[in-house]
């Protein structure tokens, strides 16, 4: 079973940065497609970001591109978000997820969640 921890979260005004991180016990980040998504009261888990396991390729919601950058730290098996010019429309819990779906965009698609970490912009 692949076990992913959130970290990173926490509150910002907006403009500011969070860098957020996604760490798997017992397995190797580096061979599974990682998602991030995120979710707010009443509207549902929607995609943010992802990187596929072969090739590295990058999907963003129109919603965050250019401003939140997903990557991978094989040396420490992590994968984050770095989220910059933050507003406070992308205050939501953010969950990341993994899959052996190369590239993938839908909750559906995905097999492993973590718990959350909550993200709070101030304005």
């Known amino acids: 079973q692949v076990r992913l921890v959130e970290s990173g979260g926490g509150l910002v005004q907006a403009g500011g940065s969070l860098r957020l991180s996604c760490a798997a016990s017992?397995?190797?980040?580096?061979?599974?497609?990682v998602g991030w998504f995120r979710q707010d009261p009443g509207k549902g888990r929607r995609f943010v970001a992802s990187?596929?396991?072969?090739?590295?390729?990058?999907t963003y919601a129109d919603s965050v591109k250019g401003r939140f950058t997903i990557s991978r730290d094989n040396t420490k098996n992590t994968v984050s978000l770095q989220m910059n010019s933050l507003k406070p429309e992308d205050t939501a819990n953010y969950y990341c997820?993994?899959?052996?779906?190369?590239?993938?965009?839908?909750?559906?698609?995905?097999?492993?969640w973590g718990q959350g970490t909550q993200v709070t912009v101030s304005s």
């Open positions: 017992e397995h190797t980040l580096g061979t599974l497609t």
């Open positions: 997820a993994a899959t052996r779906v190369d590239i993938a965009t839908s909750v559906e698609h995905y097999d492993y």
């Open positions: 990187i596929s396991w072969s090739g590295d390729r990058l």
